[in-house]
């Protein structure tokens, strides 16, 4: 028959393996999954002076802002020209600008006033405009 004290040595290593066991266990565990994150309730209302949209490089591709005048404005830009697209509000009136690759406003739409809507050639010269 075993003592006492020949039985202390074995539950002490029985105790060191088991808290070996679960920490190595706890270390190796898998994390938690990637795969599907959380839905997100959507937020109500966003308050912002200025958002930008850009592309992986970092470049902006859209603009929605304050105009300098007090009214909103959207700007559009394609990816390697200077081709765009503008819509404001501003001081009392809507207007739409269209620009070719290189920047050269060739349609304008203005809603103020005396409403008027133009188109322009390659060089900028009017080309047709009403009224």
């Avoid at 902006?60 to 394609?78: N, S």
């Avoid at 819509?87 to 600008?97: E, H």
């Amino acid at each position: 028959m075993r003592s006492r004290t020949d039985l202390l040595p074995l539950l002490v290593v029985a105790l060191l393996s088991s808290a070996f066991t679960w920490g190595a266990a706890w270390l190796l565990r898998p994390g938690t999954s990637r795969a599907a994150p959380d839905v997100q309730a959507p937020v109500a209302t966003i308050r912002t002076q200025r958002l930008e949209l850009v592309n992986a490089a970092g470049e902006v591709r859209a603009l929605l802002t304050v105009h300098p005048t007090g009214g909103g404005a959207l700007y559009l830009y394609d990816a390697g020209t200077n081709a765009g697209a503008e819509l404001s509000a501003t001081t009392g009136a809507g207007g739409l600008v269209l620009r070719d690759a290189t920047g050269l406003v060739r349609t304008g739409l203005n809603a103020g006033g005396q409403p008027a809507i133009f188109l322009t050639n390659d060089t900028g010269a009017l080309i047709w405009q009403a009224p």
